[in-house]
């Protein structure tokens, strides 16, 4: 059993008389609403190995398309191209300051290798975007649980990223805030889904 939340919808897009303006195509062109209340749906989802073809044939194994272009180069596109201020001036510490807006990293040669770069570099670059100044998503004071929200919201987007682009996630990074993430999770049972939204903002 799965439970899907559907957060926005495709309606057909209207001029100002309430027609609906169709494309070069001939169909309807689409616009994406938020809604105010998520639609839950519930529903039976089997593994493929669970089913087989109408020839009653096994379902062929799964096999990723080839990966067309160089992950790391898509990482580092990301990153110069989201208009942070990312300087590599630490010897084992990274932090985004508020105050200055400003990510500060290691040299990247202090990192073992480059997924571990990326995932910190992104998990940052995820506090960047929760400012004030952009998202207005911050939480509050280390060691607060508002901290801990953020840090979920921006563990969750990093882990997302590197998922899109193909690089190992380093899920050890984040074991520190575990014990707090389980405490409000287990109080607010809507804690992990909104966690899970903001991240994908």
Not at 10 to 30: A, C, L, Q, S, V
Not at 157 to 180: K, N, Q, R, T, Y
């Amino acid at each position: 059993p799965i439970e899907f939340w559907q957060w926005h919808m495709d309606i057909d897009r209207k001029d100002d008389n309430g027609n609906i303006i169709y494309g070069p195509d001939g169909k309807p062109e689409k616009e994406r609403v938020e809604l105010d209340r998520p639609r839950v749906y519930n529903c039976s989802v089997f593994h493929a190995s669970q089913l087989e073809t109408e020839e009653r044939e096994p379902i062929p194994a799964y096999e990723p398309p080839p990966l067309e272009w160089n992950p790391h180069d898509k990482a580092e596109a990301i990153l110069n191209s989201a208009g942070a201020a990312i300087f590599h001036d630490q010897r084992d510490k990274a932090y985004y300051s508020p105050r200055a807006d400003e990510i500060h990293l290691p040299y990247r040669e202090n990192f073992s290798n480059a997924g571990d770069y990326y995932n910190t570099a992104l998990h940052e670059l995820g506090h960047w975007a929760c400012s004030k100044r952009r998202l207005d998503m911050e939480g509050g004071v280390f060691g607060t649980e508002s901290y801990a929200q953020e840090e979920l919201r921006v563990e969750i987007a990093s882990w997302m990223i590197c998922h899109e682009l193909g690089l190992d996630f380093e899920p050890e990074h984040s074991s520190a805030f575990v014990a707090l993430w389980v405490n409000f999770i287990k109080d607010d049972s809507y804690a992990l889904v909104r966690a899970c939204r903001d991240a994908e903002k």
